[in-house]
């Protein structure tokens, strides 16, 4: 709500909307290059043309740095809602797909376009108020960059303008109490955080995980059929019974970043029209994402190996 905005950062914000045309939220992210705006209007983020990256930014969040430099902080933790309480199946994807886009343009080392939102009821309830609705949203010409990424601590920095500045401790501690990350008890020091999967089987084991959950919080049927050597490893269908994909599954992580397809599995991907590749990166971590490919591109799947 307007009220939680710092003063600075609303006026701006007033500054740019009266100086602009009048476009809904929808239509300013399409002009922004977004072909698909109208099918997800109020995604937290969205590749658009030229590989662009768009991000919204949510003002209540914004904070005020030293030298007048705006900077956000953007939680890791896509399980837990900033306003506390957990997030479901269809809020955990949307907050994947925007660490996913963001941390793109921090590995590439780039930059991403921002749209500056505030929303008609208190941010806490954003999530979760089925009632919440944009109340401004204006395109930011000013460039954004992820400044920060700390897995560890499950925290990013989003700051804008130039590259070379960081908010201080001070300012992050600050920024962390007006609510845009969840706050987590600090572990004691003798419970240790059980380890990440580093053999082959257990990233493996990991992917399936994260697929299976995936379609079933969308609601579909999943069927695990790992084991059959029939070409795929889940079925994917609807409430009906009808069969939607059939997906092999391959996970990759730091310590196994490869993988192959056996032959089986090569031999079903010609045969079978509802045949994809469906890729796990990360798998077994907070920050697991996928990407699915025709037959035709998987060959284009980071990690892919062909077989010799």
């Not at 804008?160 to 007006?178: F, H, I, L, N, Q």
């Not at 049927?221 to 409430?239: C, F, M, P, Q, R």
Request: charged share 25%.
């Amino acid at each position: 709500m307007d009220k939680e905005v710092d003063p600075h950062v609303l006026t701006v914000i007033d500054e740019m909307r009266l100086s602009g045309p009048r476009l809904t939220p929808v239509e300013i992210v399409a002009k922004m290059g977004v072909f698909d705006a109208r099918e997800k209007p109020f995604d937290q983020a969205w590749l658009a043309t030229g590989d662009n990256v768009i991000a919204t930014i949510w003002a209540e969040y914004v904070s005020v740095g030293s030298g007048g430099r705006w900077f956000c902080l953007e939680s890791l933790d896509t399980q837990l809602r900033a306003g506390g309480g957990t997030r479901t199946a269809f809020q955990v994807q949307r907050a994947k797909d925007r660490l996913a886009l963001l941390k793109r343009t921090f590995d590439a080392g780039q930059g991403f376009r921002a749209v500056l939102q505030t929303n008609r009821v208190a941010i806490a309830e954003l999530e979760s108020n089925k009632a919440a609705k944009v109340s401004t949203r204006v395109r930011d010409d000013a460039e954004w960059h992820v400044a920060s990424w700390e897995p560890e601590q499950q925290l990013a920095v989003l700051v804008r303008g130039p590259r070379g500045w960081t908010p201080d401790e001070a300012e992050v501690k600050a920024a962390a109490a007006r609510g845009s990350v969840p706050v987590v008890a600090e572990a004691e020091p003798e419970v240790a955080a059980p380890p990440a999967p580093v053999s082959r089987e257990e990233v493996q084991a990991a992917a399936m995980d994260y697929v299976m959950r995936h379609f079933k919080g969308y609601g579909y049927n999943a069927e695990d059929l790992t084991g059959k050597n029939i070409g795929y490893s889940i079925e994917v269908s609807n409430a009906k019974g009808a069969t939607l994909l059939r997906v092999v599954v391959k996970g990759t992580s730091t310590g196994s970043p490869k993988f192959q397809l056996t032959s089986e599995e090569q031999a079903c991907s010609v045969r079978e029209p509802l045949w994809r590749l469906l890729v796990v990166s990360d798998a077994g971590t907070a920050i697991a994402q996928h990407k699915i490919y025709k037959p035709s591109e998987m060959s284009q799947a980071p990690g892919f190996e062909a077989q010799g």
